[in-house]
């Protein structure tokens, strides 16, 4: 695939996949139209050689996987792992907060780690899944939704009554950052405004809605930025962005000796600790079944681990051109030099000197330019999937991923061509 194809595509991905349900509904549809089948996790699987098949975890994790060879004396997977969620706002029950009779604000909670500050006063809406009343107690109907219009806003306190605003103002969650919704006025009810909203949305009756997980997200789309047009400027690209180009490079390869795999996992940004999450038996158990249904035993599968290699994929931090100071002084990465090794001496990345390797190999051979990072010395970074899924899977495992300004702000900021070289290396380790 070409870069400005891929490139429009991301852009697709970002602007459809306003929370982690909508991305795994996407990615769904994106395996289905190039002839991956749904597996059920309920149903025996009979696994073909060579077959496309996914399987979707509480609507917000998917696993897709093509298989390679079938003797099980040689299997060995590709995993290539990423998540689907991004740091938000989670609407909480009973949300309506009327205001002194004259305003209706929504009750949320701050979900992962985002800056604050970025998400005012602009356009917000929400969307996510609902849960509806059903013919069996275990089995509510499912709906996703998005209320697809500037719905809210979360609206700054004006200088003249916050002079410390460009001090280094510290917000309260509770707050200073609750959505403004509507104004009171005789014809709205100040009770169960945003059932009745979903009702209508939805068209169903309001009786008939038992729960729901929503979430904010800012409604500009996903844009181009830079005098040549060389960076990606949109919400969610962490991580979206490494779903997309393992996906799309999943769906672009061909047959292979390795099982190829790709892992979306979602809570990534809260610690993974979810059915759901890098830290759940989901990926160990999905490997597991693909061994047996191959005729393998317990035996092939801890064989097949020890051949397999893993890429945990995340956005990485690049050099930031206002403030330098805050990268490594030698190992410090920048947008549009290639995808990231992430390297941190407490292991809170899986890297090290054989997996390294491994990926720079993989890299020459696609023609790709790599680069690599690490910390300050004087400074804690972050985390990945990799160490977490590595509690669970004993398999070789390296953490890369594109350089990024603005991370965990509402509109983030990476590079065209990082996009492009992702995927071509990728490409490469599927082939």
């Not at 393998?296 to 890429?311: C, H, N, Q, T, V």
Request: charged letters at 20%.
């Amino acid at each position: 695939m070409d870069k400005n194809t891929i490139i429009n595509n991301l852009m697709t991905f970002l602007d459809v996949s306003p929370t982690c349900y909508q991305a795994v509904q996407y990615s769904a549809e994106m395996l289905e139209y190039n002839g991956y089948v749904k597996l059920d996790k309920k149903d025996n699987w009979k696994l073909e050689a060579n077959g496309k098949y996914y399987i979707v975890n509480n609507d917000s994790a998917l696993i897709a996987f093509r298989i390679g060879s079938t003797d099980t004396d040689s299997l060995k997977f590709h995993l290539i792992g990423s998540h689907s969620d991004s740091p938000t706002f989670r609407v909480k029950p009973s949300s309506e907060m009327p205001v002194k009779d004259s305003y209706i604000k929504l009750n949320t909670e701050v979900y992962g780690g985002p800056i604050l500050s970025t998400w005012f006063d602009r356009p917000l809406s929400i969307a996510g899944r609902v849960f509806l009343r059903g013919s069996n107690t275990y089995e509510p109907i499912l709906k996703l939704i998005n209320i697809d219009r500037n719905l809210m806003i979360i609206p700054n306190l004006a200088i003249h009554m916050n002079r410390e605003i460009n001090s280094g103002y510290s917000y309260n969650a509770q707050v200073d950052t609750l959505p403004l919704l509507s104004m009171i006025n005789e014809n709205l009810e100040k009770e169960n405004i945003l059932i009745n909203l979903l009702s209508e949305e939805l068209g169903i009756s309001k009786d008939d809605i038992l729960d729901f997980d929503l979430y904010l997200y800012a409604r500009e789309k996903a844009a181009l930025v830079g005098l040549n047009k060389e960076f990606i400027s949109s919400g969610r690209l962490d991580n979206l962005a490494m779903a997309h180009a393992s996906l799309t490079a999943l769906i672009d390869s061909g047959e292979s000796e390795s099982t190829n795999v790709v892992i979306i996992t979602d809570n990534e940004e809260v610690g993974s600790m979810t059915r759901q999450g890098a830290d759940s038996p989901m990926i160990a158990d999905t490997l597991m079944r693909i061994t047996l249904s191959l005729t393998g035993d317990i035996e092939d599968y801890f064989k097949a681990l020890s051949r397999s290699f893993m890429i945990s994929s995340d956005m990485a931090h690049a050099l930031h051109p206002n403030h330098p100071e805050k990268s490594d002084p030698t190992v410090y990465p920048v947008i549009n030099g290639g995808p990231v090794i992430k390297i941190a001496a407490s292991k809170s990345y899986t890297s090290d000197a054989y997996s390294i390797s491994v990926y720079k190999e993989i890299c020459k051979n696609a023609g790709v330019p790599v680069q690599e990072f690490t910390n300050r010395s004087d400074s804690r970074g972050g985390s990945t999937i990799g160490p977490i899924t590595s509690k669970h899977l004993d398999i070789a495992s390296v953490d890369i991923g594109n350089p990024t300004l603005s991370m965990h702000s509402v509109r983030e900021l990476a590079g065209v061509d990082d996009h492009y070289y992702v995927y071509k290396s990728f490409l490469e380790f599927y082939s």
